[in-house]
């Protein structure tokens, strides 16, 4: 899956003249924690954060006397250049999903200005749309049972466990396989049908293990 | 002793399983056995269910998927959209006559000829929603009842307390946005059980904000979990909505006998919950309280847990 599925094409901008008043007033417009700056020709030059403008302005605040309204003259004062983040991590047009998921984890950002090969913004993925995707691939919200089942780690394992299910004419509506204990794996499925007993019955019978739920790993 | 209905009709054993499946006629067999056999049938009042006014199912589902239900019927097919819901040719009538048995309920408890009704019905609703069946539901027959109470009796305010162990999908969308009907459902997780839905911070939308109470259990839980629950959880939330009609769906799925689940609520648990709903109905709503039968598939637990459910409702 690539990140230009996922990102937010209509993205909120702010240029590097505009204010930090005018740039906090965008984002709880928007209620959206950043906006990426950008020259008038569309080219990424920056990012600022509602966190950058706070640590701009609370140190003027911790000046004995410094009232609301010195603040918002500051605020008005101050181009959103003077404080934004100039190395920006972005993500490219053609990077996946996992590549976000990784620049993301690695650098801590809450967000990717994703850029295409002009170096233009064409939209953003924040770490709630990578969790939204989450969302849809643990398959939650939809109508169905869970069963974890834990395999030998050897191919073919898994393949057997869809055709039990498959021979009960039930839909497997999502899937995920992770690494458990020494030579083992977890896999974790979501089944549309309430009547899971004679499901686990058969899994269980063909050999595999199938998790208590309070034992449940992922 | 209290008059309590027993709602039944010989019909509901018509609609059978084209498969092996939990959800079978045998499961009303054991109970009016078990019932008859410990001397309690003859204690309540018998009330036969009759087939409901279009108005009344309409009151809660589609026309098209009505149309769609008895066609797939007629025609033969053996489920409905998912697998798990199975379908005969009696199924769509049948469950007319089992909203009709929530119907023919509320109407003796509404018209005072009983005090309290239990209705041993089947097909069970509470996945049922407008215009789905799943999860072996296909009409709402809680649903309705709750409409026709207040489309016919004058009730203003229904409360549903549903403690079968799976989330109540079906009622919940019904009345997602209706602040009259409040919803609250003790279920096992969401993330382990079916339908998968039924999180804390479901709490209806718009005007129905706060008229939907979830209540989520871990796997493991039982009648410790479930007491506190319904003290500490329901009860402040029935102050606060002032009922005139409780309606139980009730399902008796999360004993821990059950295959479908995971929670480990025994007979006591039952017991409990069935008096504290029935002292709630006494302060708020004149001891008015129509139980519906929803799931339960162990047969030995659920005869034996639908034996006190009734004790209980007769008030012994």
Redesign the interface.
């Known amino acids: 899956m690539f990140v230009a599925r996922r990102m937010k094409k209509n993205i909120v901008t702010a240029a590097p003249s505009a204010s930090l008043f005018e740039a906090r007033r965008r984002m709880l417009e928007h209620t959206i924690p950043q906006l990426p700056v950008v020259s008038e020709d569309g080219t990424l030059v920056g990012i600022v954060s509602d966190r950058d403008i706070r640590a701009a302005v609370l140190p003027a605040g911790l000046v004995p006397g410094f009232t609301a309204g010195e603040a918002e003259r500051f605020m008005k004062s101050t181009p959103v250049e003077r404080v934004m983040t100039r190395k920006v991590v972005t993500a490219a047009l053609t990077d996946t999903l996992e590549d976000a998921i990784v620049l993301l984890h690695d650098f801590r950002v809450n967000a990717l200005p994703v850029v295409d090969s002009a170096g233009k913004v064409a939209g953003i993925i924040s770490r709630t749309d990578v969790l939204e995707a989450f969302i849809d691939a643990f398959g939650v919200g939809e109508v169905s049972s869970r069963l974890e089942v834990v395999v030998p780690d050897r191919p073919g394992m898994l393949a057997q466990l869809a055709a039990i299910i498959g021979s009960f004419h039930v839909n497997i509506t999502s899937v995920l396989s992770i690494p458990h204990e020494e030579g083992k794996r977890a896999d974790f499925l979501r089944v549309a049908t309430m009547n899971v007993g004679p499901i686990r019955k058969a899994i269980e019978e063909a050999g595999f293990e199938i998790l208590d739920p309070s034992k449940f790993i992922l | 002793m209290k008059r309590v209905a027993w709602v039944y009709h010989p019909d509901y054993l018509l609609h059978a399983p084209p498969f ?3 959800e079978s006629p045998e499961r009303l067999v054991a109970i009016t056995d078990h019932l008859g056999r410990v001397g309690l049938i003859e204690r309540m009042v018998p009330v036969t269910p009759e087939y409901p006014e279009d108005a009344d199912i309409l009151s809660v589902h589609d026309p098209e998927y009505l149309n769609k239900l008895e066609h797939a019927c007629r025609r033969g097919d053996l489920t409905l959209d ?3 819901t199975y379908l005969n040719r009696h199924s769509f009538n049948i469950a007319l006559l089992s909203a009709g048995g929530a119907i023919a309920g509320a109407k003796a408890v509404a018209e005072g000829t009983v005090d309290r009704a239990f209705c041993a019905i089947r097909p069970p609703g509470h ?1 049922a929603g407008s215009d789905v069946g ?3 539901c296909l009409l709402n027959n809680a649903a309705v009842a709750a409409r026709y109470l207040q489309a016919r009796h004058g009730v203003g305010k229904v409360l549903i307390v549903d403690w079968d162990v ?1 989330h109540g ?1 079906g009622t919940q969308n019904i009345f997602l946005e209706d602040p009259t009907v409040f919803y609250f459902s003790i279920h ?1 997780h969401p ?7 039924g999180r804390r911070w479901e709490i209806g939308k718009g005007k129905g904000e706060g008229a939907t109470l979830n209540a989520p259990m ?3 839980a039982g009648d410790g979990e479930f007491r506190t629950t319904f003290e500490q959880t329901l009860e402040p939330a029935v102050v606060r909505f002032r009922p005139e009609v409780i309606l139980i769906s009730a399902g008796f799925d999360a004993h821990r006998d059950d ?2 689940a ?1 929670l480990h609520v025994t007979e006591e648990g039952f017991r409990f919950m069935t008096r504290h709903v029935l002292a709630l109905a006494d302060r708020f709503c004149e001891g008015k309280v129509v139980s519906i039968l929803e799931g339960g598939y162990e047969i030995s637990s659920l005869t034996s847990c639908i034996e006190i459910h009734v004790r209980e409702l007769l008030g012994e």
């Open positions: 092996e499946h939990p998912s697998e798990d996945h799943m999860g072996f799976h999908n096992e993330t382990f059980l079916y339908p998968g839905t871990a796997p493991g295959p479908l995971d």
